[in-house]
C-alpha cells in the first residue's frame, strides 16, 4: 500500500476555504485517492474519492496533478462543525481488503 | 433506516477475561471488518470477512477471534491473550467494490 503523508494539524476560521495536501509519492497505477472525515469518538465517513483531475460532490472538491504524487481536499466555506480529522487514504479500488489510516490531519476551525 | 450497530458502547472487563464486541448491519453488505483506534492514531484492520463463513486477518490479529455466521452479523471477540486491549473499536462494512465504508458508532473498551 502506498504510503501518504499529511500535516498533523491545520487551522482555519468559520466562512473560509480550507485546503488539505497529502502526498503519495508512491502511489501504483490502479490505486485510488479516498479521504475520510472523523469526529471524536465516532467512526469515519466517506467524504470522496477519486483517480485523477477533480472531483466534486455536496462536501469537498479532490484535485489531483498528472502525476498523481499528491492530491488536495478542498472544504469551501468551512464552519465549526467541520473540526475533525481528515484522514487521506491511497489503494486499489474495491477496497474489500480494508483500509489504511494515517494519522490524519487534525482540522480545527475557530470563529 | 438502514446502518450499523455497536453494542456495547462503553465496555468494562478486567484482566484476563475475554469479551465480544458486538456488530450488526442492516444494509445488505456483503464485506465487513473490525478495526481498532487508539489515542491520537489512525484506524488499524484486526479482521475482516467478505462473505459468510470466511473471514482473513489483518495487520494486528493476534490476540482477537471473529466469525461470521450470518451475512448481517461479525462479533469481535477480545481475548486475554491481547496484551494491550483497552482502545477504541470500530465495526465497518461495504459492498464489495466499493471503497466507501459505513463505520459503526464504536465501542469503547477499557481493561481495568
Given at each position: 500500500?502506498?504510503?501518504?503523508?499529511?500535516?498533523?494539524?491545520?487551522?482555519?476560521?468559520?466562512?473560509?476555504?480550507?485546503?488539505?495536501?497529502?502526498?503519495?509519492?508512491?502511489?501504483?497505477?490502479?490505486?485510488?485517492?479516498?479521504?475520510?472525515?472523523?469526529?471524536?469518538?465516532?467512526?469515519?465517513?466517506?467524504?470522496?474519492?477519486?483517480?485523477?483531475?477533480?472531483?466534486?460532490?455536496?462536501?469537498?472538491?479532490?484535485?489531483?496533478?498528472?502525476?498523481?504524487?499528491?492530491?488536495?481536499?478542498?472544504?469551501?466555506?468551512?464552519?465549526?462543525?467541520?473540526?475533525?480529522?481528515?484522514?487521506?487514504?491511497?489503494?486499489?479500488?474495491g477496497g474489500a481488503d480494508g483500509?489504511?489510516?494515517?494519522?490524519?490531519?487534525?482540522?480545527?476551525?475557530?470563529? | 433506516?438502514?446502518?450499523?450497530?455497536?453494542?456495547?458502547?462503553?465496555?468494562?472487563?478486567?484482566?484476563?477475561?475475554?469479551?465480544?464486541?458486538?456488530c450488526?448491519q442492516?444494509l445488505n453488505h456483503d464485506a465487513m471488518y473490525w478495526?481498532?483506534?487508539?489515542?491520537?492514531?489512525?484506524?488499524?484492520?484486526?479482521y475482516y470477512s467478505q462473505i459468510v463463513n470466511d473471514f482473513q486477518k489483518?495487520?494486528?490479529?493476534?490476540?482477537?477471534?471473529v466469525s461470521r455466521e450470518k451475512k448481517e452479523s461479525f462479533?469481535?471477540?477480545?481475548?486475554?491473550?491481547?496484551?494491550?486491549?483497552?482502545?477504541?473499536?470500530?465495526?465497518a462494512s461495504n459492498l464489495v467494490g466499493s471503497?466507501?465504508?459505513?463505520?459503526?458508532?464504536?465501542?469503547?473498551?477499557?481493561?481495568?
Open positions: 500500500l502506498a504510503k501518504t503523508t499529511q500535516p498533523i494539524s491545520m487551522d482555519s476560521y468559520e466562512g473560509q476555504e480550507v485546503n488539505i495536501t497529502c502526498s503519495h509519492n508512491n502511489i501504483a497505477t490502479n490505486d485510488y485517492i479516498t479521504w475520510y472525515q472523523q469526529f471524536p469518538s465516532q467512526g469515519p465517513r466517506f467524504i470522496i474519492q477519486g483517480y485523477k483531475t477533480k472531483v466534486t460532490n455536496e462536501v469537498a472538491s479532490l484535485f489531483i496533478p498528472a502525476d498523481r504524487k499528491s492530491s488536495t481536499l478542498s472544504l469551501p466555506r468551512v464552519s465549526l462543525s467541520d473540526t475533525a480529522v481528515y484522514y487521506c487514504l491511497v489503494g486499489r479500488g483500509l489504511t489510516f494515517g494519522k490524519g490531519t487534525h482540522l480545527i476551525i475557530q470563529p | 433506516d438502514g446502518g450499523i450497530t455497536q453494542s456495547p458502547k462503553y465496555l468494562f472487563r478486567k484482566e484476563g477475561q475475554n469479551v465480544t464486541l458486538s450488526e442492516n478495526y481498532r483506534q487508539d489515542p491520537g492514531q489512525g484506524l488499524r484492520l484486526i489483518g495487520d494486528i490479529a493476534e490476540g482477537y477471534s462479533p469481535l471477540t477480545v481475548t486475554s491473550a491481547q496484551k494491550n486491549p483497552t482502545a477504541f473499536y470500530l465495526c471503497d466507501e465504508q459505513f463505520f459503526g458508532p464504536g465501542t469503547r473498551l477499557t481493561v481495568l
